[in-house]
């Protein structure tokens, strides 16, 4: 079957920009084939600096034949909707439509509409120029004379030349007949930038690779990052070193050349003064260079790794050269700040925060020092941390951010920090909550174990989200710009992965001005939320979590995970099933009949009475008593389990009332009472869980 070949050249492609641009390409191009009924084999999208392309394979020459019926009005309906309905169906009169007779809706006209399927070649130029000049780009530019005229094609980096061919591998393809702008679709576009600038003419994909193999560009962005990787392991191997793998750069770096070349140099042994990640974050990102370390040490080498995007007649001699000058000039910059920094205390530094805003509703970053500082100490006892201690390295947290290198360097926050205080001879759980505090930044991040970062980091968060809560800025749909979801799947990580015990209400509420109780209960909300979404990675019901958290008082979240994994334990035995249906039958029950007598069955049921009915109802109303009893000093003691074997009591005497007792006796008094008795039912579930929450 015939292939599709797509290639759009044009000025560099920022690195970040190429492989979610190569895969829209791709979903926006068999998206409206497949909309338009051809369907295809396989797709795949590639990107270079200079080209995104694009191959479909197995798609039909022809699209298929239509045939559809569109109903229509009722015969004798107004003249409008008759009209409407002709247009709609293209026809030029009712003579052109069916008459079909519906035993319940009488009459209606029916059109059959048949079309001849459409050329693929065609279809494929109606849609490709619509997605090239709307093509999702998150930054986008006209460019020469035509941008002074409206509507003129935006592209990320000015369109050269597009390549557009259709057609079996047994026969010469067709060019796809379209242009953008002025740029015609053909079969000619041009290799590497400098090692093969000429233009050449390719027909299909297969040709199109080792056509662009030639011409010095791979293609596959895949299989430039494997040659990077392999010649930087031989070439470190070589040299007694080893490479510092970086996945970030690597995708950068192969974004960046068409034909990789890997280089090796060096700088001067004095720059292995300043700290590694110092090193490393100067080299990496003003220079898009890997460091390298002493093979089996963790020091670094003086030396570096670059990726060029050209074969050069020296050998890269030149290349290596210009790059080292810049790299000293760099590292030379940074050793000025390491020893520039060293000099000022981090305390002394602590005033100038106090001219920073971090939130113009916010205030200043010394206002918010000043809160994380008095709730760690709060924390302190909690999590076992030293509240001097705890207090001490809040207030230091945050002292390295007008330092020069993070100034530099913005992503050594806290690391920078953890290294002046220690120079500085703080105490060793100070400096290691400075840089740790920030913990946990992703799902991969591991949580801090000092009880000092634990309190400072819990800290850091729960202030982040409280003071984010009083001025209303909270995360709505996908956006997120203050990092507030992540904050709090943080403490909710901290708290399960480190067993800490905290009320969540009484550290919340003292940090709102106004609506104290409003501000803290929809914070747990957001909390109840994100800890639905942790679990549920867990491979925990979200209904159970509603289920708990639903009880008044559930801020402890380590108490609702016990709880919520209790809960699943128990309803995955038959037990628990077969109360859960119990419980269901008697809560529709009672909804039914408050509804009816329009008043509450919510008193407690006379057990004198019960006792003279049935067999059944007097054993219910002894196990509920009895099982409500032991399942509440069960949640006091925290034995969540205990207090599930509790209702797992209430199974038997429950099946047997529903089989053998009439709730909706004559006697009004009787009724009432066994009413009451499934109230004591739902009561004594609402121990452990809200029952009416789960789901089955």
Not at 384 to 413: C, H, I, S, Y
Not at 511 to 537: G, H, I, N, P, W
Request: aromatic fraction near 6%.
């Amino acid at each position: 079957m015939p292939d599709l070949l797509l290639e759009l050249r044009s000025e560099e492609i920022p690195a970040r920009m190429q492989r979610r641009a190569a895969e829209d390409l791709k979903k926006l191009v068999t998206d409206a084939l497949v909309e338009r009924g051809f369907l295809y084999e396989g797709a795949k999208a590639f990107a270079t600096p200079r080209r995104l392309a694009l191959h479909i394979a197995g798609l039909p020459a022809r699209g298929e034949a239509v045939r559809e019926e569109r109903r229509g009005p009722r015969v004798g309906a107004p003249d409008a909707a008759v009209q409407g309905f002709l247009k709609s169906a293209g026809l030029a009169s009712l003579d052109q439509a069916t008459t079909v007779t519906d035993p319940k809706k009488g009459e209606f006209y029916l059109a059959v509409i048949e079309r001849a399927g459409r050329e693929t070649l065609d279809v494929l130029a109606e849609i490709l120029p619509g997605i090239i000049r709307n093509f999702p780009w998150p930054k986008s530019m006209r460019w020469g004379a035509a941008s002074a005229q409206p509507g003129s094609l935006r592209w990320v980096r000015p369109l050269q030349s597009i390549v557009a061919t259709f057609g079996p591998e047994t026969e010469t393809p067709d060019v796809v007949p379209f242009s953008v702008d002025g740029i015609t679709a053909g079969t000619v576009t041009s290799g590497h930038r400098f090692l093969a600038p000429s233009p050449f003419e390719v027909r299909r994909f297969d040709d199109y690779v080792q056509a662009l193999e030639r011409a010095d560009v791979i293609l596959d962005a895949d299989r430039r990052k494997d040659i990077i990787l392999h010649d930087a392991k031989d070439l470190a191997f070589a040299r007694g070193l080893d490479l510092v793998e970086d996945e970030g750069l690597l995708e950068e770096v192969a974004g960046l050349v068409e034909r990789p070349v890997v280089l090796m140099g060096s700088f001067e042994e004095r720059f292995l003064e300043i700290p590694a990640e110092a090193i490393r974050a100067t080299i990496r990102a003003n220079q898009k260079c890997f460091v390298l370390r002493k093979s089996g040490s963790k020091e670094l080498a003086p030396a570096f790794l670059l990726v060029s995007n050209l074969i050069a007649s020296d050998g890269g001699a030149a290349i290596t050269a210009g790059n080292e000058r810049v790299v000293r000039a760099r590292l030379s910059d940074a050793r000025f700040f390491w020893e520039t920094d060293k000099a000022t205390k981090l305390e002394d530094r602590l005033p100038k925060l106090d001219t920073i805003v971090f939130h113009e509703k916010l205030g200043t970053q010394g206002e918010r020092v000043a809160r994380i500082a008095a709730l760690a100490k709060e924390i302190a006892p909690l999590v076992g941390a030293d509240p001097a201690l705890a207090e001490r390295a809040a207030r230091l947290a945050k002292a390295d951010l007008v330092t020069e290198m993070v100034g530099e360097f913005p992503e050594l926050q806290g690391l920078m920090g953890r290294k002046y205080a220690a120079l500085q001879g703080e105490h060793p759980s100070v400096a290691a909550a400075i840089e740790e505090h920030y913990k946990p930044v992703g799902p991969s991040d591991r949580v801090p174990t000092d009880p000092v970062s634990l309190a400072v980091a819990l800290a850091d968060k729960l202030d982040t989200l409280a003071g984010f809560w009083s001025i209303d800025e909270k995360p709505t749909g996908s956006k997120d710009p203050f990092a507030l979801r992540r904050a709090a799947l943080g403490v909710i990580r901290a708290v399960i992965e480190r067993s800490l015990r905290l009320s969540l209400s009484s550290l919340l509420s003292g940090r709102f001005a106004s609506e104290s109780a409003e501000r803290t209960a929809d914070l747990l909300a957001f909390f109840a939320d994100r800890l639905k979404v942790y679990l549920r990675d867990q491979g925990a019901r979200h209904d159970l979590i509603d289920a708990v958290f639903a009880l008044p008082g559930q801020d402890d979240l380590l108490l609702v995970v016990r709880r919520v994994e209790a809960l699943g334990a128990f309803l995955s035995t038959d037990d628990g099933k077969n109360l859960l249906a119990g419980y269901k039958r008697a809560a529709n029950i009672l909804r039914i009949e408050e509804k009816k007598d329009g008043h509450a069955y919510d008193a407690a049921p006379d057990s004198a009475l019960a006792a003279s009915g049935q067999p059944e109802e007097q054993a219910l109303a002894e196990a509920l008593a009895a099982a409500r009893h032991e399942a509440s000093a069960a949640i006091a003691a925290e034995d969540f389990s205990g207090a599930m074997r509790a209702l797992s009591h209430l199974r038997a005497p429950v099946d047997a009332f529903f089989e053998t007792v009439t709730v909706n006796a004559d006697d009004p008094a009787l009724r009432r009472n066994r009413l009451l008795l499934l109230n004591a039912l739902r009561a004594a579930t609402r121990e452990v869980a809200d029952f009416s929450r789960i789901e089955g």
